[in-house]
C-alpha cells in the first residue's frame, strides 16, 4: 500500500511475446528505478515498472535490454509493445 492508497496500472496487451523469463525481475527493477526516479508518483513508479516487465516479454534471454525511454513511451501510450532498435 502506497502512502495515498493502492495503486493499479494500465492493463497492457502485448501480442509477440517471446520470453516470459525475466518479467517478475524486471517488474522489481523498473519498481525500485521508478521509485528512486519518480519519488512523489508512485503510482507513476508503479506505471514504469509494469511497462519494463512488458517490453522484457518482447526480448529472448533473462536480461531486459529496453531503454528508458522505451520503457516510458510505452507508459505515455505507445501500445506497440515493441523494443525499437
Known amino acids: ?8 496500472s494500465k492493463k497492457y496487451e502485448i501480442t509477440n511475446i517471446v520470453d516470459r523469463v525475466g518479467g517478475g ?3 522489481s527493477a ?3 528505478f521508478g521509485l528512486l526516479e ?3 508518483d508512485e503510482a507513476y513508479a508503479l506505471e ?7 517490453l522484457k516479454h ?3 534471454g ?11 513511451n510505452l ?6 509493445g515493441r523494443v525499437q532498435r
Not at 514504469?48 to 512488458?54: D, H, K, L, R, Y
Not at 533473462?62 to 516510458?72: A, C, P, Q, Y
Not at 507508459?75 to 506497440?80: H, M, N, P, R, V
Open 1 to 8: 500500500m502506497g502512502r495515498s492508497g493502492f495503486y493499479h
Open 25 to 27: 525481475d524486471s517488474f
Open 30 to 32: 523498473g519498481l525500485i
Open 38 to 40: 519518480y519519488p512523489d
Open 48 to 54: 514504469f515498472a509494469t511497462a519494463a516487465s512488458c
Open 58 to 60: 518482447s526480448i529472448p
Open 62 to 72: 533473462d536480461f531486459n535490454l529496453t531503454k528508458r525511454s522505451e520503457v516510458e
Open 75 to 80: 507508459c505515455k501510450g505507445d501500445g506497440s
